[in-house]
């Protein structure tokens, strides 16, 4: 299983309008996409308001690929989040089970 961690940072001023798009729209979709084992979403905190994260487990490779495409180890957003975005990160891993 493939472990991809998403890090998106907002505008500032953005804040609101980005967190509503990530309970009402990023989050149900992550969680029906054929493919995804787990989702574990990450809102702001105080310490961090600008701050969002997706913790995801891929089922395999080919799986992420389906969603993403063959890219895919670069950061895509929705274009309707693009203005909302400063920067984004993602990194993946390989899944240790314990």
Not at 1 to 9: G, P, T, Y
Request: proline residues 6%; glycine residues 4%; negative net charge.
């Amino acid at each position: 299983m493939i472990m991809r961690i998403f890090q998106v940072l907002i505008r500032p001023g953005r804040e609101a309008e980005f967190a509503k798009f990530f309970h009402e729209t990023a989050i149900p979709l992550m969680k029906s996409t054929d493919g995804i084992v787990q989702v574990l979403p990450g809102a702001a905190r105080a310490e961090s308001p600008r701050e969002f994260s997706f913790v995801m487990v891929w089922r395999d490779l080919d799986a992420l690929k389906v969603f993403v495409g063959e890219d895919y180890t670069s950061p895509h957003i929705a274009p309707d989040e693009a203005e909302l975005v400063e920067a984004r990160t993602i990194k993946h891993y390989d899944l240790v089970e314990t």
